[in-house]
């Protein structure tokens, strides 16, 4: 059974960092591509951060682009976002998912992450 | 970036029946179109990719259509757990783009 579970979410002053993390499980990590995306409260999803399978190609949307940094470690088979000046439209729920490339066909059960003072 | 619009934003409909969910891209994107289903308080799930094909596992009572910059996603005989809101995904080009989602409700 495919299983991803986000971690590292919480609460946090504009301009600081955080780093979330996505432990999988269920299947051969390192044979697909991940992706973060994220969905602010009450709203709808919007793609954030996708990584292919050797971690050798990034893509990012432009708003988080010098800010946020996807990577992933084969080995841990784990994905990571490391997310700096974080500013309060970046409050959302982030979801990690797998790439069935180009779709997300798989989810995990998401993490919250609040930006305020 | 390619808009997707979605609509319409919210549905009323009662069990047994049939509903059509629209979904227009600002330009052609050649059926790179998924389809999600999210339940309440719950992570999206994919129900179609390629505008048409059905995901593994998904019920067949849902089906997608279309071509160039109109989608449709239909569910038929609609049963209480189909209770969700439903968002397109268009993957043809980046940024990848998602419409502002349909809540579908049981009257």
């Known amino acids: 059974e495919v299983q991803l579970v986000e971690s590292g979410g919480g609460l946090v002053q504009p301009g600081r960092s955080l780093k979330l993390s996505c432990a999988a499980s269920?299947?051969?990590?390192?044979?697909?591509?991940m992706a973060w995306v994220c969905q602010a409260p009450t709203k709808g999803l919007e793609w954030v951060a996708s990584?292919?399978?050797?971690?050798?190609?990034?893509y990012y949307r432009d708003s988080v682009k010098g800010r946020f940094t996807i990577s992933r470690d084969n080995a841990k088979n784990t994905l990571y976002l490391q997310m700096d000046s974080l500013r309060s439209e970046d409050t959302a729920t982030y979801y990690c998912?797998?790439?069935?490339?180009?779709?997300?066909?798989?989810w995990g059960q998401g993490v919250m992450v609040t930006v305020s003072s | 970036d390619i808009q997707m619009t979605q609509s319409p934003a919210s549905l009323s409909a009662s069990l047994g029946e049939t509903v059509t969910i629209e979904c227009r891209a600002s330009?052609?994107?050649?059926?790179?179109l998924a389809w999600y289903q999210q339940k309440p308080g719950k992570s999206p799930q994919l129900l179609i990719y390629?505008?048409?094909s059905l995901h593994t596992g998904v019920p067949s009572r849902f089906s997608g259509s279309g071509s160039g910059t109109q989608y449709s996603l239909k569910i038929n005989s609609l049963q209480s757990e189909d209770v969700a809101s439903y968002f397109c995904?268009?993957?043809?080009?980046?940024?990848?783009?998602f419409g502002g989602g349909t809540k579908l409700e049981l009257k």
């Open positions: 998912a797998r790439l069935d490339y180009p779709v997300f066909d798989y």
């Open positions: 330009e052609d994107i050649y059926n790179g």
């Open positions: 269920g299947f051969t990590f390192s044979n697909y591509g």
């Open positions: 990584i292919s399978t050797g971690g050798g190609n990034t």
């Open positions: 995904q268009q993957y043809y080009d980046y940024p990848w783009t």
């Open positions: 390629n505008a048409n």
